[in-house]
C-alpha cells in the first residue's frame, strides 16, 4: 500500500502545465507537455523575467530539472517550507511554473537512456501534487484537473482528487465530474482503495465549499463505490458521503 498526505480511516494510508528546459546529459527525450507562460503584451512579467528578479526560484527550477529524483524532492522540500512559512504568495506564477512541471514528470515528459525510461517519479508527481493543493487557486486546480487526465498511478491520483476537493472549486461541475470520470473507469478496470478514499473525501469538501453538488456523475461514482470492490471501510464512508450530500437538498 503506498502512502500519501491524509488517512484513510484505520487500516489504509492515503498517502500545465508549465514545462521548461530538460537538463541536457540525457541521451534522448520526448516533451508531450504543453508551455504555460505570462504574456507581455497586456504588461504583465514573462516566467523569465519573474525568475531574472527572484534567484532563490532559479535555484529551484535547475533543482526540477535535474534528472536526478532527489534534485527534484530537495526543490518541492524547499517549497514546502516556504508555504510553511507564509513566504510564497498565493497562486504564485514560478511557484506554480515548478509545480506544473514536477507533476507531470515523467507522464508529460518524459526522460528515455538506451530506450529506458528513466525519469518516471510518481512520488514527486505526488508530492507536487499535494503542494498544489496547499497553495491553491485556478492555475493549481488547472494542473491538477490535467493530472486526472493524463495519469495512471493510484497515489498521484489519489492525492490529484485530494488536493482539488481541499482547493475547493468546482465551476460547472467540472472538478466534481473529473474526478467522477476517473472514479468510474478505475471503479471496473482497477478499483484502488486509497484513490476511492480520496475521491470520497475531495467529493464531501466540494460539497461543503459549493453548498452541494449538482452533478449526477458524481453521486454515480459514490454509489459504484459504496457496491465496488472495495474493502469494508471505504464502502461505509461511500454511504456516509451519500447521507451526508441529502442535507443539501
Not at 523569465?48 to 530539472?65: D, F, G, H, P
Not at 514546502?80 to 514528470?105: C, H, R, W
Not at 461543503?208 to 453538488?213: P, Y
Amino acid at each position: 500500500m503506498k502512502r500519501f498526505g491524509f488517512t484513510i480511516i484505520c487500516c489504509v494510508a492515503i498517502t500545465l502545465a508549465a514545462t521548461f528546459p530538460l537538463a541536457a546529459q540525457t541521451t534522448s527525450s520526448s516533451t508531450k507537455g504543453t508551455t504555460a507562460s505570462s504574456g507581455s503584451s497586456s504588461g504583465e512579467q514573462t516566467i523569465e523575467e519573474l525568475y531574472l528578479k527572484n534567484v532563490a526560484m532559479r535555484i529551484l527550477r535547475e533543482q526540477a530539472t535535474e534528472l536526478d529524483r532527489d534534485s527534484k524532492l530537495l526543490a518541492l522540500t524547499s517549497i514546502q517550507e516556504m508555504i510553511n512559512n507564509k513566504t510564497l504568495a498565493k497562486d504564485s506564477p514560478v511557484a506554480m511554473d515548478i509545480l506544473g512541471y514536477l507533476a507531470f514528470e515523467g507522464t508529460q515528459h518524459e526522460v528515455t537512456s538506451q530506450n529506458r525510461q528513466i525519469n518516471n517519479f510518481p512520488e514527486v508527481r505526488r508530492r507536487a501534487c499535494e503542494l498544489l493543493g496547499q497553495i491553491g487557486g485556478q492555475q493549481a486546480d488547472k494542473i491538477l484537473l490535467q493530472v486526472m487526465l493524463e495519469d495512471n498511478e493510484p497515489m498521484v491520483l489519489s492525492q490529484a482528487a485530494y488536493a482539488l476537493g481541499e482547493i475547493g472549486l468546482n465551476p460547472d461541475s467540472a472538478v466534481s465530474s473529473r474526478i467522477a470520470a476517473v472514479v468510474m473507469r478505475d471503479t471496473i478496470v482497477k478499483p484502488d482503495n486509497n484513490f476511492a478514499f480520496a475521491s470520497l473525501l475531495a467529493f464531501e469538501k466540494l460539497a461543503k465549499r459549493n453548498s452541494g453538488l449538482n452533478d449526477p456523475l458524481a453521486f454515480q461514482a459514490i454509489v459504484q463505490i459504496s457496491q465496488g470492490n472495495y474493502i469494508r471501510d471505504v464502502k461505509l464512508k461511500a454511504l456516509q458521503v451519500l447521507d451526508e450530500l441529502k442535507q443539501y437538498g
